[in-house]
């Protein structure tokens, strides 16, 4: 890893990109993965880079639908593990969700790879290597999943999507909760629920929602879940950064 030191004005931007870069070369990350970063970091700097208001409140609310959910399965892809393997799984045990690996560039060793990263950080179970069902309407390799994880999972997250699984998800009628900087992707205007954060903020600002939405009662839970507005969240999400880029 290059030596960066800890004084440099974007320090932790770049170490972001080192833990990325590092878990590309050691296989785990795809090469398109660094430029799907690259586009992260840009919104993430048009946010300035913090969780503001309106995530915070779609963070609550995903907690809310996960706390309700029968079978939530957390979905997981090379750059989710880089960035936040420890706190994904630590989510998974207090919701509690199941975790399962899903790609798009899918080959049976980087799947391997990931799981077995999982595992060695205290997974007990790892969906997504063994690929029995396959999601319909998709046909490129996102489409694989478990049948014991996502294919019968009620309520699911995922993070740093390319759309088209989102609304295929959502054609099976489950509950989609999206993480993605980007207000404007297809995966943020398709989710139930989507979370425009960076994942490095969102995971753990979950779990301690978690902590917190579960002493309230389920009928609380669900007039959160159901009075949600994604479409205006969205708004709200696009003219924080209209009106940041205007006051620059
Ligand atoms: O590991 P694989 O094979 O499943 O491949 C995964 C990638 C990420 C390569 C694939 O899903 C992809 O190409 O994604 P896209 O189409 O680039 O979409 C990624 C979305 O996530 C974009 O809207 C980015 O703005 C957003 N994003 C990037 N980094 C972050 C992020 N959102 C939240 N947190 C981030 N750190």
């Known amino acids: ?113 990931l799981v077995n990263i999982l595992e060695s950080l205290g997974a007990k179970e790892v969906y997504g290597s063994h690929a029995d069902a396959r999601i319909p309407g998709l046909n490129h390799d996102r489409g694989f999943c478990d049948k014991e994880g996502i294919f019968t999972a009620d309520t699911i997250l995922i993070s740093l999507e390319d759309g088209d699984r989102c609304q295929a998800l959502k054609d099976m009628d489950k509950e989609v909760i999206a993480i993605d900087l980007n207000p404007l992707s297809r995966t943020a205007k398709t989710a139930k629920i989507t979370i425009v954060d960076n994942v490095i903020r969102a995971i753990p600002n979950i779990e301690k929602w978690v902590k917190v939405l579960k002493k309230k009662n389920k009928d609380e839970l669900k007039s959160m879940v159901n009075s949600w507005d994604n479409n205006k969240m969205l708004k709200e999400a696009l003219n924080f950064i209209s009106q940041r880029l205007e006051k620059l």
């Open 1 to 113: 890893m290059t030596n960066i030191p800890r004084t440099h004005p974007r320090y932790n931007s770049l170490m972001l990109r080192e833990k990325i870069s590092y878990a590309m070369k050691k296989g785990l990350v795809h090469e398109t993965g660094l430029i799907a970063h690259g586009r992260g970091e840009a919104f993430d700097y048009l946010l300035g880079e913090k969780t503001q208001p309106f995530a915070e409140d779609a963070e609550k609310v995903a907690v809310a639908a996960l706390i309700l959910a029968r079978n939530p399965v957390i979905s997981l892809n090379g750059n989710v593990v880089a960035l936040v393997a420890k706190e994904c799984i630590s989510l998974s045990m207090q919701v509690p969700a199941k975790l399962e690996v899903n790609l798009f560039h899918r080959t049976d060793e980087r799947v391997k790879k």
